[in-house]
Structure formats: structure tokens, C-alpha cells
């Protein structure tokens, strides 16, 4: 880890296992299953609902500052607590709330290498237990949207200035063969394709077969010399629904140290269905 340029944002899952009664670290499970939790979760490990917890019951955005700081309130979160991060899908879901608490301006928040499945092919303890915490008073310090987060008309001013688009999908998607991965239900968009100019690098690319980041040689192969980002390029980067995207945010940000990386949470859904919005395709 030494080489990325954030290392200490990544933990081992020796580190959490070290760390599970740690007053100081609230541990957060976060999944696209959300019904994994309840099977069995690390000890002492709270769990955030990326639907129900984080996002708006009626219009499409997330919660408001008063929402999050009673979640936070309610699960003892407070401003200073270290927050670590894990989930399924090699961290998707976990890369997703880390951005969302970035959004709020959490800041102490790290992730678990590997992921849910990594602590489970070590053999380590699982708990049905819910552990319950005193609660907080957690006051909301910033709201960093502007820098972290893109809109469709930010994008449109992306495809005219001709800056860089990273499409995260599977080349299926990307193509337009497919309007979402492969096994999954074909809904959400009435038009397959890519938005034009964004290069196609899927999120999967960035982690090795058990879930780890690969390391930042590796990262920079894929990221600079294929698809030809420098450091401080202006990036913005989407998938579908903008889970798999907050997983190459947080490895271009934190991992290789990028200053200008927005995630576009919008994505395909959005621009997909986006009257007048241009689109390629089989490129």
C-alpha cells in the first residue's frame, strides 16, 4: 500500500479484526444485497442501507444534512469517529456510502480491503447480533458536492470542453448491447450506448481476483498509459445508477491521488433516458 497515494485510507482486514472494540472506529457494512447483513456481519458492525438510509424517499437525490446527522446520531457516529467501510461486490456498495459520507463532509473514512467476502474466506467470526451504541450528536461541518459530484449539465459542459469521461460498465453496456451488466434485469434506460468521448474502463479492472485493490503501478497502467489520464486532469466518471463509478472514484482520488474526480451519480439511468441528450454506440 505504501506506493497509493493516500495508503492510509485502505485497512487490512487483520486492522478491523484489531480494531472491533474500538470506541474511536465505527465499522459500516454496506451492500447491494441488502438483506446480507442479517445472515451475519462483522462484530460490532452497523449497517447502512444504500437505498433506505442514504437516499430520498421521493425525489432522486440523498438525504438532507438533517437526515444525515440523525443516521449518523442513531448509529454513534460522531464527527471524530474513524468510519471503515466494507461490503460485497468487492466494495462497491461500501465505495458508494464512503461518497456519500464525503458528500457531508465526514472526515475520517476508510476502507476495508477485499471486502465482506475477503473476511469471510479467512475464516473470521460473523455475528447476527446488532450492537447498539449511545447516541450522538453529529453536526454536519461541509457539503462538498461541488467538488465530488457531477450533474448532467456539468457533462454536457464536460462533452463541449472535450475533458475526460470515464465509463466504468462492462464493454457490453458501454456498446449498447446491454442496458445493464450481464444477469441482471435489461431495465432503467430506453437507450444503450455510452456518452460521447468517455473511454471504457470497467470498474472490475482496479481490484484482483479477491477483491484487493491492485497496486498503484498497476492502477497507473490502466488509468494513464490506456486510457490516458494524468493527475491533474478534470475527470468525470459514471456507470448506471452511480455505485460502480464511486468504486473508480475512490481508487483515481484516493488510491492515485487525482484532485479533480466527480462522480456523475446520475449516470446511464439519467442520461440514458435524457431527452435530446447525444449518445454513441459500438465504439
Not at 456518452?195 to 470498474?203: R, T
Not at 503501478?217 to 455505485?243: H, M, S
Request: aromatic share 12%.
Amino acid at each position: 500500500m505504501s506506493r497509493y497515494a493516500n495508503p492510509d485510507v485502505l485497512v487490512s482486514t487483520q486492522w478491523v479484526a484489531e480494531h472491533i472494540n474500538d470506541p474511536e472506529v465505527r465499522i459500516v457494512e454496506s451492500d447491494e444485497d441488502v438483506l446480507l447483513y442479517d445472515t451475519g456481519h462483522i462484530p460490532n458492525a452497523v449497517k447502512i442501507d444504500w437505498e433506505r438510509d442514504l437516499q430520498d424517499p421521493v425525489i432522486r437525490d440523498y438525504i438532507s444534512k438533517e437526515r444525515f446527522e440523525q443516521l449518523m446520531s442513531e448509529k454513534g457516529i460522531s464527527n471524530n469517529t474513524r468510519v471503515v467501510f466494507y461490503g460485497d461486490k468487492s466494495n462497491w456498495w461500501a465505495c458508494y456510502a464512503f461518497w456519500a459520507f464525503k458528500l457531508f463532509g465526514h472526515p475520517h473514512c476508510l476502507i476495508m480491503d477485499g471486502g465482506r467476502d475477503k473476511w469471510i474466506a479467512e475464516g473470521r467470526t460473523l455475528t447476527r447480533e446488532v450492537p447498539q451504541f449511545p447516541r450522538t450528536t453529529y453536526r454536519v461541518a461541509a457539503w462538498n458536492e461541488a467538488s465530488i459530484r457531477a450533474f448532467r449539465d456539468d457533462v454536457f459542459k464536460h462533452i463541449e470542453a472535450r475533458k475526460p469521461l470515464i465509463d466504468v460498465r462492462s464493454p457490453d453496456e458501454y456498446t449498447g448491447k446491454l442496458l445493464h451488466m450481464e444477469n441482471y434485469p435489461q431495465e432503467g434506460a430506453l437507450r444503450g450506448g455510452h456518452i460521447p468521448g468517455a473511454k471504457n474502463v470497467p470498474w472490475s479492472r482496479a481490484v484482483q481476483e479477491d477483491g484487493t485493490f491492485k497496486s498503484a503501478d498497476e492502477l497507473r497502467a490502466i488509468y494513464e498509459k490506456e486510457a490516458g489520464l494524468k493527475p491533474d486532469d478534470d475527470v468525470i466518471v459514471y456507470c448506471r445508477i452511480g455505485e460502480r463509478s464511486s468504486h473508480t472514484w475512490f481508487v483515481l482520488t484516493y488510491l492515485l491521488g487525482y484532485k479533480n474526480v466527480r462522480n456523475y451519480d446520475g449516470s446511464w439511468t439519467e442520461w440514458g433516458n435524457l431527452v435530446r441528450a447525444p449518445i454513441e454506440k459500438n465504439a
